[in-house]
């Protein structure tokens, strides 16, 4: 993330026949994504759109795709479905302010009643994942570790809290990404390790709370997904650590830690001069 300028946004909707980009007008955006059991969730806030492309979201348009990032290089943000809409005159412009959700539809819906005997956590959960319409099993980490015992286990009732449910008991985190689903024991993480200092676009220093949560603020960072370590480079931290520590050493100046990350939320507008940050909170990373 080397180049932290000309930002890009744009938003397709769509329905099961058609759909359609919008892009060169105001687009903002408040995405929020965690590991504790619920589905993402975003606001969006449309400009200046043409009389018909909104009635058109209003009353047919239910499927929503959000990208952003920088240059050519745009990410998906959010990919989800419509909760709600709505119109409002705010100043000159017309603004459609748009709710929505990941999951929704699976989530509300899909119910179990099923004995599981004989057999592991990660096929139990792919057997729940495979009762959705619109979300599937994308990624598993750490789960050649945890066993299950040969006494049944019930599950009726919704899958979102059957999924819930077994998450509590066997100690692991999952979460949602453009409508695939990703479990990872406490420890485990995905993919590559990310590096975030003042230079490649941290804000401010992070906060550190008492029972160990870091926030860090940046400029938008779309690339990253809950579940990623981040290596945080920051004097805020190297001093916490010395202090702790109660001694300087040359191993730990310029090396603040390792983060995974359990919380992301991604903010913006296409309009110039206004924000375009990424918030991500995670927890010190200690290999096991």
Do not use: C
Request: glycine letters at 6%; proline letters at 2%.
């Amino acid at each position: 993330m080397s180049l932290n300028f000309d930002r890009k946004v744009n938003l397709t909707v769509s329905n099961e026949s058609e759909a359609f980009v919008i892009e060169n007008l105001r687009i903002d955006f408040n995405i929020n994504k965690s590991e504790k059991g619920a589905s993402s969730d975003s606001e969006i806030s449309i400009y200046n759109l043409n009389e018909f492309t909104r009635k058109k979201i209003l009353s047919e348009f239910k499927g929503l795709e959000l990208k952003a990032g920088y240059g050519k290089a745009e990410t998906i943000l959010f990919s989800g479905y419509l909760r709600k809409a709505y119109t409002k005159k705010q100043g000159p412009d017309i603004v459609l302010n748009i709710t929505a959700g990941e999951g929704d539809l699976d989530f509300k819906l899909k119910t179990i009643n099923k004995t599981y005997q004989n057999t592991t956590l990660q096929e139990i959960l792919e057997d729940l994942v495979s009762n959705f319409d619109n979300l599937k099993v994308n990624l598993f980490k750490g789960f050649d570790n945890i066993k299950i015992t040969n006494r049944p286990i019930v599950l009726s009732g919704s899958i979102l809290d059957s999924i819930n449910k077994l998450s509590k008991r066997y100690a692991f985190k999952w979460n949602l990404s453009n409508n695939n689903i990703n479990f990872r024991t406490e420890n485990s993480f995905f993919g590559e390790n990310y590096f975030i200092d003042v230079n490649s676009g941290m804000i401010n220093i992070p906060e550190l709370s008492e029972d160990g949560l870091i926030t860090i603020n940046s400029l938008l960072y779309p690339n990253l997904n809950l579940g990623n370590l981040i290596k945080v480079k920051s004097k805020f931290l190297e001093e916490i650590e010395l202090a702790n520590n109660n001694s300087k050493s040359s191993e730990t100046e310029g090396a603040s830690g390792i983060y995974l990350i359990e919380q992301l939320s991604h903010r913006g507008s296409s309009y110039s001069g206004q924000e375009f940050y990424t918030m991500i909170g995670g927890r010190r990373y200690v290999p096991r």
